[in-house]
Every structure is written in structure tokens, then in C-alpha cells.
């Protein structure tokens, strides 16, 4: 098995940074302030109020939470690169999107720190939800737009290094910021200057003389051409077992502050406190991660069989998932997080990798970038639903045993990319 196009790539980076290593640095930094807000609010700070709201419902309740965000957050994934392929402006392609969508994030975050109410929460996330994904697609285009075929994997790692630093991050900030307010504020600081030092350290090319693709006529014929990229082989491939991967990741991961407290039980919990215990747990999946990334990355350049890689690292995170249904210990949930973090911090970075080489089109690298970002949150709009029903009657083993399954079968799909003979 050998993956076409590592030698060399079709898709057209349209201003070449000067500094491709100094912009990779900038992007982790971006990123991981982005990731920073989405687990700090996710893990720690949103669970205990949905707790507290609806005592007798706090899973379903958080499943349809999360539903109605990650519906937002496919829409926002696959907008965020459509639009800014087509912006033309002194600034960028990129520029002007990255800034509306750090400005509206950052009006929406005091609004999902005093709702007091489900309904309130139910306008509020999703809005918050499709403005950062939004932020994240755009943020992603410069791996296509911006970074030498070279330096590609080195750019995936540092990237893929900003996942744990922001789950690291935000759960500390989450669990430990005096009050969910300033849990919030705490948040939004990082976000704020990262975006401007990004902005400022690596500007972006102006893009007023580039071609401007043909507008799209509004008709359902237009929308679905929107999708042609999946009529390619190994794009398609790489859509599914993005998809499957991050349905075993929300599926398992949406549930973890419920899991320790009513699976692993709060006796059994260090400090007796689900809050502290999810903090810890994902501290160590986030050195875990922090120290397979570096590896990853020195070697990613240097790889040419990047979808067996990402297929073999699939079925390893299914049987990682599998160790708590086997026991519903604290130190088994430990050594859960150790191995999720090794093989989610491997795939992060090759799958990066992957999804830009696979991409088919030159001047829709970033609405197809998005596309395969939006089939790794898409899993969030169908996850929590089938999470809650599988609790519901399988108990939280089961849900284990689903999350593995569904992993394999990400590896299945990584396998058969480029496949030869």
C-alpha cells in the first residue's frame, strides 16, 4: 500500500509562507486556545449547570445540548471554507473571516456564562458552537493555503500539539477558575491575543488579484456540487473514517464527567470530586498526547504509508476503548487516558496530514478542508443521541464496547485509501 500524492501534491498553496515554521508555531497557539474554550465548556463548566437545571434529565438533556451544537457546528465547518475561498480583500482569503469569527465568539461567551435557564442555553451554544467551528475552518485553510509540501507534517504536529495543550488547558481553567464567570473570562483571554498575534506575526497575502471562481447558481443542482469532491475514491474513504474515528471519540468522551460520576462512582474518585477526577484524567491523556506528538511529527515528513499509519492507530484506540468495560476502576480509567492520548495525539497529527493530501480540488481546498473537518464534528450531531440510548439500556460498558467497534471500523476504512493491486 502506497499513498499517491506524498511525493508530490495537486492541491495549490496560494501564498506560500516565507516562514513556514514560525506560522506552524503561531497556528498551534491559535489552535489551542480554540480547543482551550470548547473543552473548558464541554468538560467542566456546562455539565454541573445542566445538573442543576434538570437533575432527574442531566443525560438527555446534555445529549440534545450537544446535538443542536454540533448541528451548528457542520454548517459553520463547511461555511467557514467555502466563504473565505471566495473572499477577496486586501487582508486575505482568510484574514477577515478569522476576525468576525473571533469577534462574534467572543460576544456570545458572555451570554453562555450567566444563561440561567435550558432555553437560554439551547440559543446560546449552539450560536457560540457555529462561531468557533466557523473560526476552526477558517483558522485550518493555511495547512492547504499556506504550508510547503515539506514542511506538511511538521505543521500537522504543531497543530496536533495545540489539541492537548487546550484540552489540558481548559479543563484546569474550568475546574479551577474561582467561578464559572471568570471560568469564561479566563477562557477568552488567550483567544483573544493569539488570534492578534497570528494576525500580526504572519500576515496573510492580499488576495484582491486572484481569480474569483464562478459564483453558484441557487439551485439544488449548485448545492450538490457543493459535495462533488466525495465522488473521489480516497477523499470519500478519508470523510468516513474521520467520521467513524470522532463517533467513537464523542460518543465515549461527551459522556466522561457522568461516566466517573455514576459508573466509576464518586467514592472512588480522587478528592470524591467528578470535576477534579475529569480535570486529572484528561491532564493525562494531554501529556500522553504532548509526548507522542513531537515523535509523530519528526517522522511524519518522512512517511509515505500515512493511511495504513492512520488505519493501524484506528484499531489501537479500539482496543484502548475497550479497557473500561472490562472494569469500571479509577486506575483503569488512568490507563484509558494514557492510551487514547497516545493514539488520538498519532492520529491527530497523520490524519491532518492525510486529509490535506487527499484534498481533490485547487480552488476548493478550503470548503473540501472543511468538509472533512465538518465529518469529524458531525459525529456530535448523532453521537450523543445514540450514547444516551446505549446507557440507557446497555449500561456505560456497553457504550465502551460501541465506541470500539466504531473505531475498527474507522481503521477499515483508512485501509483501503490508495490501495494498490
Excluded at 493555511?142 to 504543531?158: C, N
Excluded at 481533490?360 to 473537518?373: F, K, V
Aim: aromatic letters at 10%; hydrophobic letters at 55%.
Amino acid at each position: 500500500m502506497t499513498d499517491q500524492g506524498e511525493a508530490s501534491s495537486s492541491v495549490h498553496r496560494q501564498s506560500l509562507s516565507v516562514r513556514p515554521r514560525r506560522l506552524a508555531l503561531l497556528l498551534f497557539l491559535a489552535y489551542a486556545s480554540l480547543i482551550t474554550i470548547f473543552q473548558g465548556i464541554q468538560n467542566i463548566l456546562l455539565p454541573p449547570v445542566v445538573e442543576a437545571l434538570t437533575p432527574d434529565d442531566k443525560v438527555g438533556t446534555l445529549a440534545v445540548l450537544s446535538t443542536l451544537a454540533s448541528l451548528t457546528t457542520i454548517v459553520a465547518l463547511f461555511a467557514g471554507g467555502a466563504i473565505s475561498d471566495r473572499t477577496r480583500s486586501r487582508w486575505g482569503r482568510r484574514t477577515p473571516s478569522l476576525v468576525l469569527s473571533w469577534l462574534a465568539s467572543i460576544a456570545l461567551m458572555p451570554l453562555m456564562a450567566f444563561a440561567d435557564s435550558v432555553v437560554q442555553l439551547m440559543i446560546v451554544m449552539p450560536l457560540l458552537w457555529f462561531t468557533l467551528n466557523y473560526y476552526q475552518s477558517v483558522l485550518l485553510a493555511a495547512l492547504p493555503d499556506r504550508i510547503p509540501l515539506k514542511e506538511l507534517g511538521f505543521a500537522s504536529a504543531a497543530i496536533g500539539l495545540g489539541a492537548p495543550v487546550g484540552i489540558f488547558g481548559g479543563v484546569n481553567i474550568g475546574a479551577f477558575a474561582p467561578n464559572p464567570v471568570l471560568g469564561y473570562v479566563f477562557l477568552a483571554i488567550p483567544f483573544t491575543i493569539l488570534t492578534f498575534a497570528l494576525i500580526a506575526l504572519e500576515r496573510e497575502p492580499s488576495s484582491l488579484d486572484e481569480v474569483l471562481p464562478p459564483r453558484p447558481r441557487l439551485s439544488l443542482t449548485s448545492a450538490l456540487d457543493e459535495f462533488k469532491s466525495l465522488r473521489d475514491r480516497n477523499f470519500a474513504l478519508a470523510v468516513a473514517s474521520r467520521f467513524l474515528m470522532f463517533l467513537c471519540y464523542f460518543g465515549v468522551n461527551g459522556y466522561l464527567f457522568y461516566v466517573l460520576q455514576d459508573y466509576v462512582g464518586v467514592p472512588n474518585l480522587p478528592h470524591q470530586n467528578p470535576g477534579v477526577a475529569v480535570s486529572m484524567l484528561l491532564t493525562v491523556m494531554t501529556i500522553s498526547w504532548l509526548i507522542v506528538t513531537p515523535v509523530v511529527g519528526f517522522v511524519a515528513d518522512r512517511l509515505r504509508r500515512t493511511a495504513f499509519i492512520v488505519a493501524v492507530v484506528s484499531f489501537g484506540a479500539g482496543l484502548v476503548t475497550l479497557l473500561p468495560a472490562l472494569n469500571a476502576d479509577w486506575s483503569v480509567m488512568i490507563l484509558f487516558g494514557v492510551g487514547i492520548g497516545v493514539m488520538f495525539g498519532t492520529y491527530f497529527v497523520l490524519d491532518l496530514k492525510l486529509a490535506t493530501l487527499v484534498l481533490p480540488s485547487e480552488q476548493t481546498a478550503g470548503r473540501d478542508l472543511g468538509l472533512l473537518l465538518a465529518a469529524g464534528s458531525a459525529p456530535g450531531v448523532v453521537a450523543p443521541a445514540i450514547a444516551a440510548g446505549i446507557i440507557a439500556s446497555g449500561g456505560y460498558p456497553s457504550l465502551f464496547v460501541f465506541g470500539a467497534l466504531v473505531s475498527m471500523a474507522a481503521g477499515l476504512c483508512a485501509i483501503l485509501i490508495r490501495l494498490r493491486g
